[in-house]
Every structure is written in structure tokens, then in C-alpha cells.
């Protein structure tokens, strides 16, 4: 068992991207992934949960600036993914602990017409709902709390998964089952 498939088994996901430097820099690629990947220009949009850890909150703002890419955060309890936002972020579990059903949240922002997805660290989807059955496009997140040493250029392994569709969009190396151009 390998990370990348351990993160598909986990996350409920068909593919998954690692090399990533940390989990805000995870977020800030699913953003952008979502960005490149909405047919919708007009979309500029990205909501963020308040309920995210502030440092992937930060990171996204920051990437987000120089691309023009409005970052709208709130509580995904009250708030409502805008028409004009391409993609949402919840946290699962949130920064502070708490583990929402965000079931209800995921659908909402779908039927906005945004992509969906949680950060969440490995060690909780041992016992959480998998993402993906939940109806999550993107699983997004780290594995320091797995005892992944420090190093390479960065303080653990985080790692970006996502439906299939994702697969020419993610990140790093990516593992999962394709097809190339000769139908192998």
C-alpha cells in the first residue's frame, strides 16, 4: 500500500496527487484546479470555510490575489456558495476539532455550480465518512499526524485527490487507473 493509494482508500476518490509542499499549498491547488477546470469565466469566486486552519485560509488568499480570485469566507452553516463561486472549501474536521456534516453544505455549493471539496488530515478519515461518499469533488489535506517524517523541501506530505475528471489537472505525481493513447 502505497500514500497516494492509502489517500484514494481514504478519501473515497479515484485519483490522487502528492508531492505537495503542505496542506495550504494542497488548498491553494485545489483552488486553482477548480478555477482551470469551470467552464464558467464569469465565475471568480472561491469560498472558503471559516472553519479551516488559518494558515490554508492565508495561503489561499495569498495565491489567489495576483490571479484576480476573490476568496469569500463564512461559515458554511449560515453561508450560501454564491453563484459566482467556481469552487468551495470546507473543513472535515474543522480547526478547532468539531466534525460537521457537511453533506447538506457539498450539495448546496454544487447547485450553485461550484466544485465541492474538504481539507481533512489522513488520520481522520480512518474513522470519518470517506469524502467522496458524501458527494466531495476534492479531498485535499497533510499526513503529519500519520508520522510522516519532515523533509524534501517541506514539512510533510500533503496531498491533493479528486473524481477522475481531475486527473489532467492534479498536482504532482498522480496514481490511479487511465488509459493512455494506444487504449492501454
Known amino acids: 500500500?502505497?500514500?497516494q493509494t492509502l489517500v484514494i482508500e481514504?478519501?473515497?476518490m479515484q485519483v490522487a496527487g502528492s508531492s505537495l509542499l503542505d496542506e495550504g499549498t494542497a488548498a491553494a491547488e485545489a483552488m486553482t484546479m477548480c478555477k482551470r477546470m469551470h467552464d464558467d469565466d464569469a465565475r471568480n469566486a472561491f469560498f472558503i470555510d471559516e472553519g479551516c486552519h488559518p494558515q490554508v485560509i492565508a495561503v489561499?488568499?495569498?495565491r489567489a490575489e495576483p490571479l484576480g480570485i476573490?476568496?469569500?469566507?463564512g461559515d458554511h452553516r449560515k453561508a450560501q456558495v454564491g453563484k459566482n463561486c467556481f469552487g468551495a472549501l470546507f473543513a472535515y474536521p474543522t480547526t478547532d476539532g468539531r466534525i460537521d456534516d457537511l453533506a447538506a453544505s457539498v450539495q448546496n455549493a454544487k447547485a450553485a455550480g461550484a466544485f465541492a471539496g474538504v481539507t481533512s488530515d489522513?488520520?481522520?478519515?480512518?474513522v470519518l465518512k470517506a469524502p467522496g461518499e458524501f458527494g466531495c469533488d476534492f479531498v485535499c489535506g497533510n499526513s503529519q499526524r500519520f508520522g510522516?517524517?519532515?523533509?524534501?523541501g517541506g514539512p510533510h506530505a500533503a496531498f491533493l485527490a479528486g473524481?477522475?475528471?481531475f486527473t489532467r489537472q492534479l498536482p504532482g505525481r498522480i496514481v490511479g487507473v487511465s488509459i493512455d493513447a494506444t487504449g492501454k
Open 163 to 165: 473524481k477522475k475528471d
Open 1 to 3: 500500500l502505497n500514500f
Open 148 to 152: 510522516v517524517p519532515f523533509g524534501y
Open 10 to 12: 481514504l478519501s473515497g
Open 70 to 73: 476573490e476568496v469569500v469566507i
Open 122 to 126: 489522513l488520520l481522520a478519515l480512518t
Open 60 to 62: 489561499c488568499q495569498q
